[in-house]
């Protein structure tokens, strides 16, 4: 089993910034890759970003390709994801995820275990 939890939930202004942690415990040495997701009030859950645990290989949604970075700190077996220029529609809460599996990138039942969330909130 992992554990994710997430912090770093926060209130900014449009073209404002913000960086999520997630921290992964349990059986780290498990994990294949780690990503986040987010979901807006009435909307399906959404992939934002990934990071493969091996070679630190990454993907973006194009919603946020060149604007967020994801990265990892292996001593801390945690998983950050820079947020710049933060637009309205970046509002929602976002949900760190981890899988064992070598499978999908990009959809939400490609990932095994979640974090609770944590909120985003940009004001224009």
């Known amino acids: 089993q992992v554990q994710l939890v997430e912090s770093g939930r926060g209130l900014v202004q449009v073209g404002g910034s913000l960086t999520l942690s997630c921290a992964a415990s349990g059986n780290t040495l498990s994990i294949y890759r780690m990503g986040w997701f987010r979901q807006a009030p009435g909307k399906e859950r959404e992939f934002v970003s990934a990071?493969?645990?091996?070679?630190?290989?990454?993907y973006y949604a194009d919603s946020v390709k060149g604007r967020f970075t994801i990265s990892r700190d292996n001593s801390k077996n945690t998983v950050y994801l820079q947020m710049n220029s933060l637009k309205a529609e970046d509002t929602a809460v976002y949900y760190c995820?981890?899988?064992?599996?070598?499978?999908?990138?990009?959809?939400?039942?490609?990932?095994?275990?979640w974090g609770q969330g944590t909120q985003v909130t940009v004001s224009s």
């Open positions: 990071i493969r645990w091996r070679d630190d290989l990454t």
């Open positions: 995820a981890a899988t064992r599996l070598g499978s999908g990138w990009y959809q939400a039942n490609d990932y095994e275990y």
